[in-house]
């Protein structure tokens, strides 16, 4: 297959746009499948991992191809929940231009404006997809207006809806000029002119010809069209009811003869770490391939889903990881429909299969050829939002969690877990609680593991409010040799966020030299669990001042014993108080929730920053205790009906209010009881 006559392109779009039903409308019209997939119905060849079904949402990336006027179309499904929003940076890695389909009845909604960040910041052709037309009390014009008030006007129909709502039957191509059948022929006409206006200056030459009064033909606009929408310059507008199989053969159509090819998109470059770089394109005759997703399925194994830039993946070929720089057997090679598999001989320049039985690679690998250098760029993971803590039900999972755990992180590199041994508590963490939830879903169905998951604990510490001096004794005379060690200690507050600072301030040998460094890790211990609520001490400045030693009884493990009990003893007189981690919270969401956001902030206890416009929406940034921002993405979505976004960074330590304090000193106090 020559790579001018493949196309790769990611559906892509807010959760609910239809972007499945388009899949599966698609498949069906090109004859892939006899009968129409529906996610509602559960039939979907595209969403069949048994989570999709059960919540009748896509959750994972999905890859389908399918022939259409003797080309050859890989088609790449993406959610719309920003909870799995890392499969969308995987499919807009590799794919070489992005469909963006928008619910006529929504219009463009937050998801949508993400995701064209992420697809114009690959610099991919773009294309929108007004989906769902036959929608009652629906108008396809209004979406429109929309769109290019917010994309600007390099956003031009390319059709016109013939009928709205209930009465939308299909579309008319604005090219050929033919509107015949429109409901409005004047906004018809208008659009036809200025989207042919729009494609005749991208090209001097068409410009000259159509100022000097010359009639511009259909294949001079078509051909400037896709030269337009290939660098990016234009992005066309469709319409269709994919549910109803209207507007999808056009569509087809129109992505065949106007997408970007392989052989259109700017070379990949193979970069070493020492910067050297090699260009890669499709007719390059070594191998090169990029993993892009991984996914365990059950008595099959791994399954490696690549996308081929040069030469051909075959089976039989030894091909080097380019992280490990060791070789990958490959074995068998497959195309993929949903989860149907066609083991094929070759995947090449511009294709997108699966492998399987690798030994060591993993999702953003590059797989080349032994003669070639460097690696490809991986894929720009979003970075974990939340966290919950999980308990395995009985203590013989523990080791299939963890093993459970590890292969679900292969999968999706947004999901991390690890144990944290200042909580003890395991912690798994990732983009919203839904994505949570799926998670704790596959580790029982794929695993057989059951977990109960818990609040995660609160990383607490304690300081000081004012100086105070300390004094440790540990004498101990029994039959034979003794320990003798006694110090005294000063310690005192420093800035928020200073941590520790140990002075030596003894002069002469009332402790000698070689005691001294085992009295500052006695301290250092101490530290470790406060006298308040037994967490952290930060932000105290410790000075030793004197001491006593005994020639013979005096050791290392005295003076670190003294050390300990000279902080604590200062500590308690020191007027300690609680501090609680303080996060910067930033959410985005549509003016109208404005409102309501920032009043549950402020229920939160948390301190607005500030406010400004982000294209059509608000970003409020704010300080918030994270002992609030449990389950918050839940509390977003509700309240923002799915249309807001958050982020979060650890700020700062701050103190507890003391009618809280009190309450919270008692919890962790009888926690650390239950646990001695």
């Excluded at 509602?40 to 890859?63: C, F, H, W, Y």
Aim: with cysteine; proline share 5%.
């Amino acid at each position: 297959m020559k790579a001018d006559k493949i196309r790769n392109i990611a559906l892509v779009g807010h959760g609910s746009s239809g972007k499945t039903t388009l899949a599966e409308a698609m498949l069906f019209a090109t004859g892939v499948t006899k009968r129409k997939g529906s996610v509602d119905q559960g039939t979907s060849i595209l969403d069949a991992d048994p989570e999709e079904v059960k919540r009748k949402i896509t959750i994972n990336l999905a890859l389908a191809h399918f022939n259409h006027r003797n080309t050859w179309v890989n088609l790449l499904d993406t959610p719309g929940y920003f909870d799995f929003e890392a499969e969308v940076h995987s499919a807009l890695r590799v794919a070489d231009n992005a469909l963006f389909v928008v619910n006529v009845q929504e219009g463009v909604e937050v998801g949508t404006e993400n995701y064209w960040k992420l697809a114009a910041k690959r610099g991919l052709p773009r294309f929108f997809f007004v989906n769902k037309c036959k929608m009652e009390e629906t108008d396809p014009v209004q979406v429109v207006q929309e769109i290019q008030s917010i994309f600007g006007n390099k956003a031009v129909p390319v059709q016109f809806p013939v009928g709205k709502g209930g009465n939308f039957s299909g579309v008319v191509d604005l090219l050929k000029g033919n509107l015949e059948g429109v409901d409005d022929p004047d906004t018809a006409q208008a659009w036809r002119e200025a989207t042919l206006e729009s494609i005749i200056e991208l090209s001097e030459d068409l410009l000259n010809r159509y100022l000097e009064g010359e009639e511009i033909d259909e294949a001079s606009i078509r051909e400037t069209l896709r030269q337009g929408i290939v660098q990016g310059e234009l992005f066309p507008i469709l319409f269709g009811d994919a549910a109803a199989d209207l507007g999808v053969q056009e569509l087809l159509d129109f992505l065949v003869d106007f997408a970007a090819s392989p052989a259109d998109r700017p070379p990949e470059i193979l970069r070493t770490p020492e910067g050297e770089e090699t260009e890669v394109t499709p007719d390059l005759d070594k191998t090169t391939a990029l993993v892009f997703k991984t996914f365990s399925e059950p008595h099959v194994g791994e399954l490696y889903f690549v996308r081929v830039f040069s030469g051909a993946v075959k089976s039989g070929d030894e091909l080097i990881n380019a992280r490990t720089e060791r070789p990958e057997k490959i074995n068998q090679v497959y195309l993929m429909t949903g989860r149907e598999r066609k083991e094929v001989k070759a995947l090449e320049a511009g294709m997108m299969g699966v492998l399987v039985k690798l030994k060591d690679t993993h999702t953003g690998d590059t797989l080349r050829d032994k003669d070639l250098k460097g690696a490809f760029e991986g894929i720009d993971f979003p970075e974990p939002k939340i966290s919950i803590a999980i308990v395995p039900k009985t203590r013989e999972d523990e080791e299939k969690v963890m093993a459970g755990l590890n292969r679900l992180h292969n999968e999706d590199p947004s999901f991390t877990f690890g144990y944290d041994p200042e909580l003890k508590q395991t912690l798994i963490s990732g983009l919203g609680e839904l994505h949570l939830d799926v998670i704790v879903a596959k580790l029982k169905e794929k695993f057989g593991v059951e977990i109960l998951t818990e609040k995660p604990k609160i990383p607490y510490r304690e300081s000081i409010r004012k100086p105070a001096q300390g004094m440790g004794k540990y004498v101990k005379q029994t039959g034979g040799r003794g320990q003798y060690g006694i110090c005294y200690i000063k310690i005192e507050p420093l800035p928020r966020g200073q941590g520790y600072e140990f002075v030596d301030a003894i002069f002469g040998g009332a402790i000698p030299q070689n005691f001294r460094p085992s009295v500052e890790v006695g301290i250092k211990k101490a530290m470790e669990k406060g006298v308040l609520a037994g967490v952290p001490v930060v932000d105290v400045k410790v000075t030793l001042y004197d001491g006593k030693y005994h020639p013979v009884d005096s050791s290392n493990l005295a003076f670190e014993i003294a050390g300990s009990m000279a902080f604590r003893d200062a500590e308690e007189k020191a007027d300690p108080y609680l501090l609680e981690p303080i996060y910067e919270l930033e959410v985005i969401v549509p003016e109208e929730y404005m409102g309501d956001i920032i009043g549950d902030i402020n229920a939160r206890r948390g301190r607005i920053l500030g406010m400004e416009a982000e294209g059509r929406y608000q970003k409020i940034r704010a300080h918030v205790p994270l002992a609030e921002l449990y389950k918050y993405a839940t509390t977003l979505r509700s309240i923002t009906k799915g249309r807001g976004t958050f982020t979060l960074k650890f700020s700062h330590y701050d103190e507890v209010p003391r009618e809280i304090a009190q309450r919270v000193i008692e919890q962790l106090r009888k926690e650390q009881a239950e646990e001695e």
